[in-house]
C-alpha cells in the first residue's frame, strides 16, 4: 500500500516565524512530490512542485526534497495568518495525476 | 479565463438514492479527475477521464461510475448511497496527461 505520512497538527507558529511542514512517502518509485494549500472548505490550491532532490525556492515557499530518505518537506518563511490553512504534500510514481497519492494533511494555525 | 466549475455545491441525498456530480474543465484542458475528500482523511483518487474515455479508477466500488462528454466536461454518478459516501467531492482538469491539475470548489455531498 503506497502511503504519503504527515503529521496531522495542528502546528502553531508565530507571524514572522518559519514554519516547517515535514511529509514521507513509501514508494521509492515516486519520481513527482507537490504541496498544496487548502483553506478550510475550500479546493486544494498548488504551490509548490518538485522533481529533483535538493531544493526549490518560490517566494517565501521553500520545498526540499530528499530521495534517498524519502522525504519531503515544505519551509514558509515569515509566516503570516493568511498562511493558516492544511498542507497538502502529495507524491506521484508516474507522469499522470492518477498516480499521485495525497497524505491527510498538517493544519497550520500562525498566530498574530 | 474561467476555473473548473462544480456544480451543485451542496448535495443532500437519502440512503439508497443516487447523486450526480458535474464538473466543467478550463477551457483547453482535456483530462478530468474526481476524487474524494472524507472529513479526516486525505484525497482519495476516484477517476480519471481523458479525451472521452475513461482512463483510471481508484480503489472505489463499481457504484462510482462517471462519463466525460465531447465538450470535455464530467459527470460522476453515485448509486445506492451509503451513508460514509459523505464528503468533498473534487473535480480536477489538466491540459494533458501530464499537466498539473486545477481544483474546482467541489461538491459537498451529504447522505442521511
Known amino acids: 500500500q503506497k502511503e504519503v505520512e504527515q503529521n496531522s497538527g495542528p502546528l502553531s507558529v508565530p507571524e514572522g516565524a518559519i514554519a516547517s511542514l515535514n511529509c514521507t512517502y513509501s514508494?521509492?518509485?515516486?519520481?513527482?512530490f507537490f504541496w498544496y494549500r487548502q483553506y478550510s472548505g475550500k479546493s486544494p490550491e498548488l504551490i509548490m512542485f518538485?522533481?529533483?532532490?535538493g531544493d526549490k525556492e518560490d517566494g517565501r515557499f521553500t520545498a526540499q526534497l530528499n530521495k534517498a530518505s524519502q522525504y519531503v518537506s515544505l519551509l514558509i518563511r515569515d509566516s503570516q495568518p493568511s498562511d493558516s490553512a492544511t498542507y497538502l504534500c502529495?507524491?506521484?510514481?508516474?507522469?499522470?495525476?492518477?498516480?499521485?497519492?495525497f497524505g491527510p494533511g498538517t493544519s497550520l494555525s500562525v498566530i498574530p | 479565463e474561467a476555473g473548473v466549475t462544480q456544480s451543485p455545491t451542496h448535495l443532500i441525498k437519502t440512503r439508497g438514492q443516487q447523486a450526480t456530480l458535474r464538473c466543467s474543465p478550463i477551457?483547453?484542458?482535456?483530462?478530468v479527475y474526481w476524487y474524494q475528500q472524507a472529513l479526516g482523511l486525505g484525497l482519495q483518487f476516484l477517476l480519471w477521464?481523458?479525451?472521452?474515455?475513461?482512463?483510471n479508477r481508484g480503489n472505489f466500488p463499481p457504484r462510482f461510475s462517471g462519463r466525460q462528454f465531447p465538450n470535455y466536461s464530467s459527470e460522476l454518478n453515485v448509486n445506492a448511497l451509503e451513508l460514509e459516501d459523505s464528503a468533498l467531492y473534487l473535480c480536477?482538469?489538466?491540459?494533458?496527461?501530464?499537466?498539473?491539475?486545477?481544483f474546482g470548489s467541489g461538491t459537498r455531498l451529504t447522505v442521511v
Open positions: 502529495a507524491a506521484g510514481g508516474g507522469i499522470s495525476y492518477d498516480k499521485v497519492i
Open positions: 514508494d521509492r518509485g515516486s519520481q513527482s
Open positions: 480536477a482538469s489538466s491540459r494533458s496527461r501530464t499537466g498539473l491539475n486545477t
Open positions: 477551457s483547453g484542458h482535456t483530462s
Open positions: 477521464y481523458d479525451e472521452g474515455e475513461e482512463r
Open positions: 518538485i522533481y529533483s532532490n
